[in-house]
């Protein structure tokens, strides 16, 4: 093992496995990344995780560093093609907006619509795919409704948002009884 951390992982990565471990290291937030780096590998050497929810399959110190010292899982996309993506998903947002008339918009058929759908279902982790996918998902022309592939991290954070969001909305009760309203 090289107990080194692969480049792959960002800071906010880090920071994350800090706070979810509960990480002892002082001003972890204004460490450079190389730093943390280091400080997250010796705190592992010396001292025993707690097993997380978010990452299961992590059990014990060693796993987590071997987790740690590989390619981050899913890098997901870079920015050109994350860019790429959306300009994609906009194009089809467009078009629903645009009362799916093929007329409206660039594009020659069906068929390209549904292979655009195709590319951007794949990433709906990024929020402008999913509202395309969203929307594209009600054209009555397409048969074979397109499934959103949002990671579990994000479909985590979207129940919270969803479910903050509830409590937030204000609601009307109906009480029925007997009330006594007295006058002076």
């Known amino acids: ?44 050497k010396y001292n025993e995780i707690q097993q997380n929810d978010e990452y299961p399959e992590i059990l014990t110190n060693e796993e987590l560093i071997s987790y740690l010292e590989n390619e981050k899982p899913n890098t997901g996309l870079n920015y050109k093609d994350k860019q790429n993506i959306i300009h994609i998903a906009k194009k089809l947002i ?7 008339l093929i007329s409206l918009t660039d594009y020659q058929s069906i068929d390209e619509i549904y292979e655009d759908g195709i590319k951007v279902s794949k990433h709906c982790d990024v929020p402008t795919c999913r509202r395309a996918i969203t929307e594209l ?43 006594q309203v007295i006058f002076d």
């Open 137 to 179: 998902n009600n054209d009555n022309k397409i048969r074979n409704k397109f499934d959103l592939h949002i990671s579990p991290k994000v479909k985590q954070h979207l129940e919270l948002k969803e479910k903050q969001k509830q409590e937030l909305t204000p609601t009307f009760r109906l009480h029925k009884g007997l009330y």
């Open 94 to 100: 467009q078009y629903c907006r645009n009362s799916y």
């Open 1 to 44: 093992m090289t107990n080194k951390i692969d480049k792959s992982f960002t800071k906010k990565d880090l920071l994350e496995f800090v706070e979810l471990y509960d990480m002892d290291i002082d001003d972890s937030l204004n460490l450079p990344k190389s730093t943390l780096q280091n400080e997250i590998i010796a705190f592992l």
